[in-house]
């Protein structure tokens, strides 16, 4: 009885969220346009049909005009050669019915997503209360609803990763756990972190089938993309690393809220928006980036090393953690992490605040605490281009975004270094 109301009330408590948003952020954006899904259509368009190079700003610009003087600016296409391959589908279509296209897809791969995390690597009854909980959460999510508006693929990428993790978590056969991976790494370059938690569960066969595929789907691209292409990539954007400008892209926008462009802004001010807050030598302000990454990476690093040698049993899975850990790195050492990046960031909220809530100890209350506050103010739209925020220190609200997800992680490290003492590591 319990649980058949619990199962209408999740049956009720969706409908309820799930109308709004299809009815917001899907037949109300068939009229609309994309601010993002241009650059991967038209560069698709550049490779497969006129031969181009994507990364060549001449072709850009000459493959946008139309679309430029009918809606203004496009952002460069910027993702590694093979990804060009998953938006060939999209040329043998019109823009507008692509764009549709990619407005489907991203709906299905939202249940899709939600599904997967709940019920394979959460493991709980959908019609749980955190269930329901959880899934509103989604649904009225800003990040999300912006990456249903702008055409990104961030649905896509987290959904695959979140199968990796599905199958790392039960033992498939490593060509399954490597596959999705090594899709999302094709894709977006940074879920190549993920091969972390793969190491320290010792799954170093997936790992090898990662690698495995990854070289050969790049090399095997060279044959079948323009001539040039990967030339023209490493060039223009694959070896700019912490640069400020890639292909004309203004990194130091407020809508960057990686730990790199909170440094940019802080350094180097907004063109005329604000000046700088901190002016500093160059070699600091050159090398604050890798700094900061190192010390994020180093951390993290050593909370999964603790988690994989724990002798003890543990109150989460060291796989579980892991992910969610990393998740949030990626987020903060990324280049350039736009406010709808904050999607990736969904699974690490779902499974910490879980953990959290069945886990012991006294301390645990002030993690989950902090933990739900963050979580819950990034769901909302924040005015990072609020003209309040261009002066004096006042310019560092600009960046709560960064601050909320930081919180998260460290969240996480200290969770896992409280549970994993001395006395439960061995070595």
């Not at 990072?384 to 220190?393: C, I, K, L, Q």
Request: hydrophobic share 55%.
């Amino acid at each position: 009885m319990f649980k058949r109301n619990f199962g209408l009330l999740f049956a009720v408590a969706f409908v309820l969220a799930y109308i709004p948003f299809v009815r917001n952020y899907g037949f109300g954006l068939i009229h609309e346009d994309s601010v993002d899904f241009p650059s991967f259509y038209y560069g698709a368009r550049l490779a497969f049909v006129e031969g181009k190079s994507p990364y060549v700003e001449e072709n850009l610009r000459e493959a946008f005009r139309e679309y430029q003087e009918n809606n203004g600016d496009y952002f460069p296409y910027l993702y590694p050669p093979p990804s060009l391959v998953f938006f060939l589908p999209f040329t043998a279509l019109s823009y507008r019915d692509a764009r549709l296209a990619m407005l489907a897809v991203n709906h299905l791969l939202t249940l899709a997503f939600i599904y997967i995390l709940l019920r394979k690597i959460i493991k709980i009854n959908l019609a749980s209360p955190f269930s329901i909980a959880f899934t509103a959460y989604v649904f009225l999510f800003s990040p999300l609803r912006v990456t249903l508006d702008v055409g990104q693929v961030n649905i896509f990428v987290m959904t695959l990763i979140c199968l990796s993790w599905w199958m790392a978590r039960s033992k498939s056969r490593p060509a399954w756990v490597a596959l999705p991976l090594s899709l999302a790494i094709l894709l977006k370059l940074y879920p190549v972190l993920f091969l972390i938690p793969l190491f320290w569960s010792r799954q170093y066969k997936a790992i090898g089938c990662v690698l495995l595929f990854v070289i050969v789907v790049s090399v095997t691209s060279a044959f079948f993309l323009p001539e040039a292409t990967w030339q023209t990539w490493y060039s223009n954007v694959g070896s700019k690393g912490y640069t400020a400008e890639v292909m004309n892209l203004d990194v130091n926008s407020p809508a960057n809220q990686s730990m790199f462009g909170f440094l940019l802004r802080t350094f180097f001010g907004k063109n005329v928006r604000f000046p700088p807050l901190w002016v500093v030598p160059e070699w600091v302000s050159a090398s604050a980036p890798y700094v900061a990454t190192g010390i994020v990476v180093s951390i993290s690093l050593l909370a999964s090393y603790l988690t994989s040698r724990a002798k003890a049993p543990l109150p989460f899975s060291q796989l579980d953690m892991d992910f969610s850990l990393w998740s949030l790195a990626t987020f903060l050492i990324a280049p350039v992490s736009w406010d709808h990046h904050l999607v990736f960031i969904v699974p690490a909220v779902a499974v910490l605040i879980y953990t959290l809530l069945h886990a012991d100890g006294k301390f645990r209350f002030v993690v989950l605490g902090i933990s739900l506050v963050a979580a819950v103010a990034l769901a909302f739209p924040y005015p990072y281009n609020s003209p309040d925020f261009r002066e004096g220190f006042r310019t560092l609200l600009i960046s709560v975004p960064l601050y909320l997800v930081g919180a998260l992680w460290l969240n996480v490290v200290v969770f896992v270094f409280s549970r994993t003492g001395r006395r439960e590591i061995s070595g």
